[in-house]
């Protein structure tokens, strides 16, 4: 994965971006029905597509209330989604300008609008500044994290993540862009874990069949065994670990525990087995190791201590890896991994129950950085 590809990813975000502002500021023109009316019109438009004629709506709404947050944000979010970034600076800036409870919210607009000018520096201004008010906003680290990405800031953009995942880490989004962040900087293992757990949250989305396969390219990075046709013996198969990409990352030297793993695929005992049944057991053999690696380390990660492996340890101890790890390969439609989730359909309803209901421990989000969904 180059970091081109993962530049690509920057045209996700308004698909993520802040959810719709609830509420109305009048300024008693008109009743507050007639408000709520136009506005929800103007709703049902942007969400079917019609941007320009929500565009229209709203600004014949603004005529009443020139100075409303929620309907400068909307402006924003419907100029951005309809190509028009430049207007999205203009709407979001006017927007800051009331130092409304919305500020975060058009933050984010005005950094993502930036980002689809191409001016990069402006609009990770724009989500820092974002920050400085609510620094609890999961989407702001989200956006930060790509748009440092974007910018080749590597390492900068895998603390945001990191970050928002502290803050939300339901959030399927940054996991994926953690582990292709992760990947890029040489960080195998920590990559490996990062779109797995994206692929517990969103096994079978448009997304997912690039994860799952991402999966079994890590598992087998730099594993290789020479056919006998080419001269290969037996049970002959080189690893090779390549050095990692950033700084001197313990997570690199975890990648040999994955490459033993993968290479017990050319013993005779795997020789009739499937890749599905394999992969089934390889993922249970490598997060074990990886989460007792952990736990008998002497100083803990901040992030893949608390928020990341945590999950598989849970998930391990509750029994949970092998319907986990046919799970994560659902999108894949393979008939083995399709016909070993539907039989074993009570064993998967059960992961997913206990996967939707598992939380780090954490501290609370600081009050007043609640985000509306959309």
């Known amino acids: 994965m180059s970091g081109k590809t993962l530049a690509r990813i920057v045209l996700v975000i308004l698909a993520l971006a802040p959810g719709r502002i609830l509420g109305a500021e009048s300024k008693g023109k008109k009743p ?3 408000f709520d009316t136009r506005f929800a019109e103007g709703v049902r438009l942007h969400d079917a597509g019609q ?25 924003a979010y419907s100029s951005l989604s309809g190509g028009k970034p430049k207007d999205a600076v203009d709407y979001a800036a006017r927007c800051l300008k009331q130092h409304s409870p919305y500020d975060s919210e058009c933050h984010q607009m005005m950094g993502n609008a930036y980002d689809a000018l191409g001016e990069l520096t402006k609009g990770e201004k724009a989500f820092r500044e974002g920050l400085k008010d609510a620094p609890h906003v999961a989407r702001l680290h989200f956006n930060l994290g790509v748009n440092l990405m974007n910018q080749k800031k590597t390492a900068d953009g895998i603390a945001e993540f990191q ?7 339901a959030h399927p989004g940054s996991w994926r862009a953690l582990g292709l962040a992760s990947q890029i900087a040489g960080q195998r293992t920590r990559a490996f874990v990062a779109l797995a757990r994206f692929l517990t ?23 290789k065994s020479t056919p006998k046709e080419e001269g290969g013996k037996p049970d002959d198969v080189s690893i090779t670990s390549p050095p990692p990409k950033e700084g001197d990352d313990p997570a690199a030297a975890q990648g040999l525990a994955i490459s033993l793993v993968a290479a017990s695929r050319y013993l005779d005992e795997w020789k009739d087995k499937s890749d599905a049944q394999f992969f089934a057991h390889a ?35 509750a029994g949970h890896l092998e ?52």
């Open 32 to 34: 507050a029905g007639d």
């Open 51 to 75: 941007y320009e004629a929500a565009i229209a709506l709203y600004r014949d709404l603004l005529k009443d209330y020139p100075k409303n947050p929620k309907i400068l944000y909307e402006l």
């Open 163 to 169: 970050a928002g995942l502290q803050e939300d880490p």
């Open 201 to 223: 949250l969103e096994p079978d989305s448009q997304r997912s069949p690039a994860a799952a396969s991402q999966l079994w390219d890590l598992l087998f990075e730099g594993v």
């Open 283 to 317: 993922f249970g053999e490598v997060l074990a190791i990886l989460t007792e690696l952990d736990e008998n380390a002497k100083t803990k990660d901040p992030f893949w201590s608390v928020v990341a492996l945590p999950y598989y340890r849970s998930a391990r101890e």
């Open 323 to 374: 319907a986990m790890a046919y799970s994560v390969r659902r999108s894949l439609k393979e008939p083995e991994t399709l016909g070993w989730l539907a039989d074993h359909a009570e064993a998967v309803d059960r992961f997913r129950t206990w996967s939707e209901a598992w939380k780090p421990v954490a501290p609370s989000p600081a009050k007043g950085d609640a985000e509306p969904s959309r």
